[in-house]
Structures are given as structure tokens and as C-alpha cells.
T-cell receptor, first 113, second 115 residues
């Protein structure tokens, strides 16, 4: 399974942008980069995913390096509700086109009021 | 849609007892995943099904654990006999076929305590 490396924790001030880095130097050409987050006492929730191009959605932006060996999740204006553990995951395909996600330890984001 | 439904939400049992956790995936989803989360080991994938067929059970800790998916709308994870080290939060998740979505939707989890 391809692996990702993330900082254990990061801090941010409320209403400021947050850049969460992820290294995935062993990524293969077909691996999608997924980001999930887990709020306290809840199951993980999908944030965003991408393959090669940068992606934007209502929750965040995903910036992918040209060599795809790293990516950055960008929260444009952090709120207290964004305090969570953020997981960067490479999608692992199976022969039948199904896939699994292998979660690492993630980055714990603390947001200061 | 109600989302992924798990029951029970909390389970307290004694060592040696059988425990059955239940999951109802989102209607139309064809993949179902069972995860376990502890402070020590984080979030681990135990097993997943595609079209009701087990695809990868390499994360199942040992023979005491078994999972079934008799139809597209129901799955169980059974632990027999249970041990204190099985105490964890167990999550079920489901997802759509490729090309119709890229998200796994997680249930609220079942918090299991084995005394």
C-alpha cells in the first residue's frame, strides 16, 4: 500500500488560511489523492480528492505538485468547526475496480479563536 | 437518505461473550467497509465487500472476527469470543460504484467496551 507522511499537528488562528501538507513520494500513476477529516466523536468525512490537477470545492482546495509526490490541502478561512484530524490517503485499487483507503495517523488541526 | 446506519451505538459486554455489530449502507452503494479505531492503532480497515462479495479481509485481526454481507442492504461484524483488547469504535462505511462518486460515507460508529 502506498504511504503518506503528514505532520502530527498544526495550529491556526480562526479566519486565517491553513495549508496542510502531505508527502507521498511512492505514489503511482493511477493513485488518486484523497483527503478526509474526522471531527471529535464522529466518523471520518470526505473533504476532497484529485489526480493531477488542482481541485476546488466548497470545503477546501487541493494543490498537487507537478511530480505528484506531495500535495497540500488548503482551508481558505479556518473556523473553530474545522478543528479535526485531517487524513491524506492514496486510493488503492483492486482488480475488480473497487478500492480501499488506508488511513495513516493524520494531522491534528487546532484552531485558535 | 438517512446515511449509513449502525447499531447498536454503544455496546458493553463481558469477556467471552459474542458481539454482533450491524450496518445498513446507503441505498445504491455497492461497496461496504468495516473499520476499527483505537487510540493506539488509529483507524484500521478490517474488511471490505464489493457487490456483497468480500474482496479484502487482510485486516481482520484473527479468527474470532467474522463479517458477512447477505444482501446489498445489510452487513454484520461478529466477534466471538470477545476480549478486552477488542474494545474500540467500529465504523462502517459505504461507497458508490466507480464513476458515480468518489466518497466513502461513514456511519456514526459503534463504541464497544469489553470488560
Amino acid at each position: 500500500d502506498a504511504k503518506t507522511t503528514q505532520p502530527n499537528s498544526m495550529e491556526s488562528n480562526e479566519e486565517e488560511p491553513v495549508h496542510l501538507p502531505c508527502n507521498h513520494s511512492t505514489i503511482s500513476g493511477t493513485d488518486y489523492i484523497h483527503w478526509y477529516r474526522q471531527l471529535p466523536s464522529q466518523g471520518p468525512e470526505y473533504v476532497i480528492h484529485g489526480l493531477t490537477s488542482n481541485v476546488n470545492n466548497r470545503m477546501a482546495s487541493l494543490a498537487i505538485a507537478e511530480d505528484r509526490k506531495s500535495s497540500t490541502l488548503i482551508l481558505h478561512r479556518a473556523t473553530l468547526r474545522d478543528a479535526a484530524v485531517y487524513y491524506c490517503i492514496l486510493r488503492d485499487w483492486a482488480m475488480d475496480s473497487s478500492y480501499k483507503l488506508i488511513f495513516g495517523s493524520g494531522t491534528r488541526l487546532l484552531v485558535r479563536p | 437518505d438517512a446515511g449509513v446506519i449502525q447499531s447498536p451505538r454503544h455496546e458493553v459486554t463481558e469477556m467471552g461473550q459474542e458481539v454482533t455489530l450491524r450496518c445498513k449502507p446507503i441505498s445504491g452503494h455497492n461497496s461496504l467497509f468495516w473499520y476499527r479505531q483505537t487510540m493506539m492503532r488509529g483507524l484500521e480497515l478490517l474488511i471490505y465487500f464489493n457487490n456483497n462479495v468480500p474482496i479484502d479481509d487482510s485486516g481482520m485481526p484473527e479468527d474470532r472476527f467474522s463479517a458477512k454481507m447477505p444482501n446489498a442492504s445489510f452487513s454484520t461484524l461478529k466477534i466471538q469470543p470477545s476480549e478486552p483488547r477488542d474494545s474500540a469504535v467500529y465504523f462502517c462505511a459505504s461507497s458508490s460504484p466507480p464513476g458515480r462518486g468518489n466518497e466513502q460515507f461513514f456511519g456514526p460508529g459503534t463504541r464497544l467496551t469489553v470488560l
